[in-house]
C-alpha cells in the first residue's frame, strides 16, 4: 500500500505536527507533502521521510512570510502529484483536506479544524482594527472566495475525522459532512508530574502560539486583576503589540525546549486556556504534569478539562471573570494524581491505535 500524508506546513511542532508524528511512526514508508518545509522545525520522526513541497516553498521569504501567501495556498495545494497513492491521509487546518486524489485512492482527512479565519473569524484576523480599514475590505472577498472554494471542495476527502464534538459541529455546518471523532494524541509519557516541585514563584503559564484568536490579551489583563504573575511560552506575529500593552508582571519567554516548557508546567500553579479552542493540546499536556487548568468554558475545553477536578471552566471571556476564577484555582487543592489519571486518557498508544482502526475501515470502503 502506498500512502500519502499531507500536510498544511511545516514550520513548527504544534498539536497538528503532533498528530502527524504519530501517523508518520505508524506509516514508517509514507511520503509526505506539504505546501512550506521549514527544515529542522519538526522532530525526526517527521523529518525523516520523503518529504514534497509546492511552488510556495519558493517564494521570497516564505519560512517568515509564509501566511502572507494564502490566498495561493488553494492552487499549490491541488498541484500536488498523488497518483501513485492507493490511501491519502491529510491533516488539515487550511487548504490540504481539498488535494485532488486519484479515482482509486481513498481520502481520509483527519480535520483540526475548518479554517478559522474563512468561516467564523476572519474579524479576529483581518478586522480593521488589526490591518487597517482597506486591509479589511480588501480581505473581506479574498476570504469570501476562500470559504466559497472550502467548501466546494470540501467532496475531495472520502471521509472526516474530527480532533473534538466541536469541531465535528463545524464541519456539519460548513461541509454539510458528517466526522468520526478521535481525540488528538498527548505524549503522557514526556509530560510528567515532576518528583517533587517548590511553587515558591507561584506563577499561571500560556503556552501559545501568539496569534488573534489565542486571545492571550484575555490572560493578561486577568492576571493583572488578579496579582498574579503570568509567563507566557509562545511566539507569533501578535507579540510586539502584546507586550506593548503588558505590564511588567507578564514575562514573555519565546519559544522553549520540549523540556523547559515541561518544567514551567511542573511548576505553574495554574495553566491557562483563555481563547476558545477546536481541541487544546496545552491543558492535557499541563494535566498530564499534574497542574490543574483554568480555561474559558466553549469549544474543545469543555471535552478535556472536568470542573472542579481538573481546573475550572469560565463561563464568560472577560478579565474580571477569569480573575476570579485564577483566585479560586489558586485557593483549591486540586489532586495532582486525580488530574495525571485524567490526562492519560488522551496517551499517543490511544490515538495510534483509533486511528489505524478507522484507517482500516476507510481502506475497506
Given at each position: 500500500m502506498n500512502v500519502a500524508l499531507v500536510h498544511d506546513w511545516l514550520t513548527g511542532m504544534r498539536g497538528g505536527e503532533n498528530v502527524l508524528e504519530v501517523l508518520c511512526e505508524r506509516f514508517p514508508d509514507a511520503e509526505l507533502f506539504t505546501l512550506v518545509h521549514v527544515r529542522?522545525?519538526?522532530?525526526?520522526?517527521?523529518?525523516?521521510?520523503?518529504?514534497?513541497?509546492?511552488?510556495?516553498?519558493?517564494?521570497?521569504?516564505?519560512?517568515?512570510?509564509?501566511?502572507?501567501?494564502?490566498?495561493?495556498?488553494?492552487?499549490?495545494?491541488?498541484?500536488?502529484?498523488?497518483?501513485?497513492?492507493?490511501?491519502?491521509?491529510?491533516?488539515?487546518?487550511?487548504?490540504?483536506?481539498?488535494?485532488?486524489?486519484?479515482?482509486?485512492?481513498?481520502?481520509?482527512?483527519?480535520?483540526?479544524?475548518?479554517?478559522?479565519?474563512?468561516?467564523?473569524?476572519?474579524?479576529?484576523?483581518?478586522?480593521?482594527?488589526?490591518?487597517?480599514?482597506?486591509?479589511?475590505?480588501?480581505?473581506?472577498?479574498?476570504?469570501?472566495?476562500?470559504?466559497?472554494?472550502?467548501?466546494?471542495?470540501?467532496?475531495?476527502?472520502?471521509?472526516?475525522?474530527?480532533?473534538?464534538?466541536?469541531?465535528?459541529?463545524?464541519?456539519?455546518?460548513?461541509?454539510?459532512?458528517?466526522?468520526?471523532?478521535?481525540?488528538?494524541?498527548?505524549?503522557?509519557?514526556?509530560?510528567?508530574?515532576?518528583?517533587?516541585?517548590?511553587?515558591?514563584?507561584?506563577?499561571?503559564?500560556?503556552?501559545?502560539?501568539?496569534?488573534?484568536?489565542?486571545?492571550?490579551?484575555?490572560?493578561?489583563?486577568?492576571?493583572?486583576?488578579?496579582?498574579?504573575?503570568?509567563k507566557v511560552v509562545g511566539d507569533g506575529p501578535e507579540r510586539p503589540r502584546l507586550e506593548r500593552s503588558a505590564g511588567p508582571e507578564a514575562a514573555f519567554l519565546g519559544r522553549r525546549s520540549r523540556e523547559e516548557v515541561r518544567e514551567l508546567y511542573q511548576r505553574a500553579v495554574v495553566v491557562l486556556l483563555p481563547g476558545e479552542e477546536d481541541f487544546g493540546i496545552v491543558p492535557l499536556e499541563a494535566q498530564a504534569c499534574g497542574r490543574p487548568v483554568v480555561a474559558l468554558g466553549r469549544g474543545g475545553a469543555v471535552e478535556t478539562v472536568v470542573p472542579d477536578e481538573t481546573g475550572l471552566l469560565v463561563d464568560e471571556p472577560t478579565p474580571a471573570a477569569f480573575a476570579e476564577a485564577i483566585a479560586r484555582a489558586m485557593d483549591r487543592r486540586f489532586d495532582s494524581d486525580a488530574i495525571r489519571r485524567h490526562a492519560e486518557r488522551f496517551s499517543r498508544a490511544r490515538f495510534a491505535d483509533e486511528i489505524e482502526a478507522i484507517v482500516n475501515e476507510t481502506r475497506a470502503w
Open positions: 529542522g522545525s519538526v522532530s525526526p520522526a517527521i523529518e525523516r521521510l520523503r518529504t514534497h513541497t509546492s511552488f510556495i516553498q519558493h517564494l521570497p521569504f516564505v519560512k517568515r512570510l509564509y501566511r502572507q501567501y494564502l490566498p495561493l495556498f488553494p492552487a499549490a495545494v491541488e498541484q500536488f502529484d498523488l497518483d501513485r497513492f492507493d490511501l491519502i491521509i491529510s491533516t488539515s487546518h487550511c487548504c490540504v483536506k481539498s488535494v485532488v486524489r486519484p479515482g482509486r485512492a481513498r481520502h481520509l482527512c483527519y480535520c483540526l479544524t475548518p479554517m478559522r479565519y474563512a468561516w467564523d473569524q476572519f474579524d479576529a484576523y483581518f478586522g480593521a482594527e488589526r490591518i487597517g480599514r482597506w486591509g479589511h475590505r480588501l480581505m473581506r472577498p479574498v476570504m469570501a472566495r476562500l470559504a466559497r472554494w472550502d467548501r466546494d471542495t470540501s467532496g475531495r476527502a472520502d471521509r472526516y475525522v474530527a480532533i473534538s464534538h466541536h469541531v465535528a459541529s463545524r464541519i456539519r455546518r460548513y461541509y454539510n459532512r458528517n466526522a468520526t471523532v478521535v481525540y488528538p494524541p498527548v505524549d503522557t509519557n514526556f509530560f510528567r508530574p515532576a518528583a517533587s516541585v517548590v511553587n515558591d514563584d507561584r506563577y499561571a503559564l500560556v503556552v501559545s502560539a501568539l496569534v488573534p484568536y489565542k486571545r492571550i490579551d484575555l490572560a493578561i489583563d486577568a492576571c493583572r486583576l488578579a496579582r498574579v504573575p503570568l
